[in-house]
């Protein structure tokens, strides 16, 4: 996944996203801190979202 262009940067930055935030997420249920796993969670499943959503609109062209 190349960044050629404004819609390639935000996928790739949202991956990125996804998965420190998953890797923050298990490791912060797995040390019993629950506050930031949630928090870490709902930043996964928000760029997850805009992952999709920008699959969605690359599909579209």
């Given at each position: 996944?190349e960044p050629r262009?404004?819609?390639?940067l935000?996928m790739?930055?949202?991956t ?10 298990i490791t912060?249920?797995?040390?019993g ?15 997850a979202?805009?992952?999709?959503m920008?699959v969605?609109?690359?599909a579209?062209r």
């Amino acid at each position: 996944m190349e960044p050629r262009g404004a819609l390639g940067l935000r996928m790739v930055l949202a991956t990125f996203g996804l998965v420190v935030c998953g890797f923050i997420a298990i490791t912060a249920y797995a040390a019993g801190l629950v506050v930031p796993a949630v928090v870490a969670t709902l930043l996964a499943i928000a760029a997850a979202a805009d992952f999709v959503m920008l699959v969605r609109r690359r599909a579209g062209r």
